[in-house]
């Protein structure tokens, strides 16, 4: 007799995962050995990119570790011997062994964000911003707060209230200076130990930066001890801390969904088949073809050697060398017929 419901196909659900697979979140290993990525399905990829520069050394296998079937990856990071992972309603950790380069299957701890009594639905965790020195990370969330999290006792130990939408990005400089990005257009500046926020920033009301297009929202902001980096649906910009004067607009042609400074540069993506390099004065150093529709997240180290991945709506991450030209590619699920990854399956596999 059939079942009243038929079976899934597993071939036919894997390339699916294939045809529309979207990379939100990608963080490396503290030893700088190991990369991570994170889709929208609920798995997590993981690749040892060591010595990664010689295309002629055979690369180590890629490993897949389902998280379930309701669990979105929309960010990572990394910190000690964890991997941190952000999902909806949660933040948790897989415990990472590294000269086994293994990934637990289990998670070690995991700290739920508060649900108001009022809510529709659990808050998604959109973003996370560490601050190693002290265990404290920042998550920014669908319930437009942002909460610190102390990693050594797994306590929520302060929450930062003042958009009106939810958030996109949070980071930080110095030892008490945050900021975050939100979908009510503002960037707002904030001293951990004060509730209120010092500063707002509001780049749609500039007639340099707004496209009303796209929208006033705010997607990805990134700062160091003088700037800060911002963009969304207004142009990305660069904004001078002291003055909170805009110094440089960047024509990066699509909505920005990150930005970072890497090096003497500016890196941005979005909702464009490129990324591209800027120099701070807002003159295009490269222009990087990619195999994404939409560009969502980008990790890049300097030591031991140069590199970069760059991720979003595809299922390749591009890989830079230098930060000028795409040198080579990772193709995630690959074609059963010629796959050389491993999938892990365990207590949050399916």
């Keep these: ?31 700088g050995k190991f990369l991570f990525a994170g889709n929208r399905a609920g798995d997590i990829f993981v690749q040892n990119i060591t010595n990664f520069q010689n295309s002629e050394e055979m690369r180590p296998p890629l490993k897949i570790y389902p998280q379930g079937e309701e669990c979105e990856i929309n960010c990572l990071s990394f910190h000690r011997e964890f991997l941190i992972v952000g999902s909806i309603g949660v933040v ?16 070690a ?5 508060p649900i108001d009594v009022e809510a529709i639905e659990v808050p ?8 190693p020195e002290t265990d404290l990370l ?10 610190e999290l102390n990693l050594e006792d797994g306590r929520i130990t302060r929450s930062f209230k003042g958009h009106e939408d939810y958030i996109h990005g949070v980071c930080g400089s110095g030892t008490d200076k945050l900021y975050s990005a939100s979908e009510d257009g503002s960037i707002r500046m904030w001293v951990t130990n004060q509730k209120e926020s ?22 990805a902001l990134a700062t160091n001890d003088d700037w800060l980096l911002c963009g969304g649906g207004p142009k990305l910009s660069l904004w001078h801390l002291r003055s909170m004067e805009c110094t440089s607009v960047f024509p990066f042609p699509g909505k920005v969904h990150v930005c970072d400074f890497v090096e003497d ?4 993506g979005g909702e464009h088949t490129n990324a591209q390099f ?73």
């Design 109 to 113: 701890w995991e700290i739920k964000i």
């Design 198 to 219: 010092t500063g707002l920033i509001e780049p749609y009301k500039k007639d340099t930066l707004v496209r009303p297009e796209m929208g006033k929202w705010q997607g």
């Design 1 to 31: 007799m059939s079942p009243l419901i038929p079976l899934r196909d597993p071939n036919e659900d894997y390339n699916i995962k294939r045809f529309y697979n979207c990379v939100c979140a990608q963080t490396i290993s503290t030893s």
């Design 138 to 147: 920042y998550v920014g969330c669908g319930d437009n707060v942002i909460y």
């Design 124 to 131: 998604d965790v959109n973003y996370m911003w560490l601050r």
């Design 265 to 268: 540069m500016i890196f941005v």
């Design 278 to 350: 800027y120099a701070m004065n807002g003159k295009l150093r490269a222009d990087i073809k990619t195999e994404n529709t939409a560009v969502y997240s980008a990790v890049w180290k300097t030591e031991p050697e140069r590199f970069m991945s760059i991720a979003g709506y595809s299922n390749w991450l591009s890989i830079l060398n230098d930060f000028r030209f795409l040198d080579s590619k990772i193709e995630l699920y690959e074609s059963r017929s010629n796959s050389d990854t491993t999938t892990v399956k365990g207590e949050n596999g399916v």
């Design 92 to 107: 948790y950790g897989l415990k990472w062994v590294e000269d086994k380069a293994e990934l637990a299957t289990g998670r």
